[in-house]
């Protein structure tokens, strides 16, 4: 059981937004940053958004983050066929457990 | 670029010690936090710990009782220990920089738990 909420899948076919969204608590996502991760079927995660809303440098415009209280959101808008991965939202984790924390992942398909 | 290599073994029995080294290139050692995260195979990201290179460490607690850190600035490289392990973890091996978020990651190694 992550401690961060994310639907076990999302799809939408060429050209459209999909949004995966990453629910956490007040003492995650309510108070840290949150990160996204896109992880390309065997092959190690890629920071995809930090800081909530920031794109690294090379990571298309077509991808973006945002936070509202304790809960996340990426989008991708114009949906491509490379963009079919695993997204992984993380942050922060205040409470006794004081640790980084992952959602259990969106499949993203392209349909 | 800074790139990131996992090595050690690929098969460890059950109740013995899980030992990975991360070497890392193009960038100082000194520049950043150092984190290991494992990903059971089909599952989702576990962090485990991060380490700095003064020596600072965080372990995950669920696992802190069975893991160290470790970092070698000689070397330019950090290291894992998980020690009593079973089939549970059994799972890729990722080594990433930073502490709360990770830019670089290694290619990951299998690691498999099995007498």
């Known amino acids: 059981q992550s401690v961060l909420t994310q639907p076990p899948s999302a799809s939408g076919t060429p050209g459209q937004r999909v949004t995966v969204s990453c629910s956490g608590s007040n003492s995650s996502i309510g108070i840290n940053y949150v990160y996204w991760y896109q992880q390309l079927p065997g092959t190690a995660p890629k920071l995809l958004i930090y800081?909530?809303?920031q794109r690294p440098s090379g990571v298309p415009d077509r991808f973006s983050g945002s936070k509202s209280g304790t809960s996340a959101s990426l989008a991708i808008s114009g949906l491509r066929s490379e963009d079919e991965a695993t997204y992984y939202c993380a942050t922060w984790d205040d409470s006794l457990s004081d640790e980084e924390v992952f959602g259990g992942g969106t499949r993203v398909t392209v349909l | 670029q800074v790139q990131l290599q996992e090595s050690g073994p690929g098969l460890v029995k059950p109740s013995e010690t899980l030992s990975l080294t991360c070497t890392v290139s193009g960038g100082s050692i000194s520049s950043y936090y150092w984190s290991w995260i494992r990903q059971p195979p089909g599952k989702g990201l576990e962090w485990i710990a991060y380490i700095f290179y003064t020596g600072k460490t965080k372990y995950s607690p669920s696992l802190k009782s069975r893991v160290t850190i470790s970092v070698d600035t000689s070397k330019n490289q950090f290291a894992l220990k998980l020690s009593s392990v079973t089939a549970a973890d059994t799972a890729i091996y990722y080594c990433a920089s930073g502490g709360t978020y990770h830019e670089y990651w290694g290619q990951g190694t299998l690691v498999t738990v099995s007498s």
């Open positions: 800081r909530n809303n």
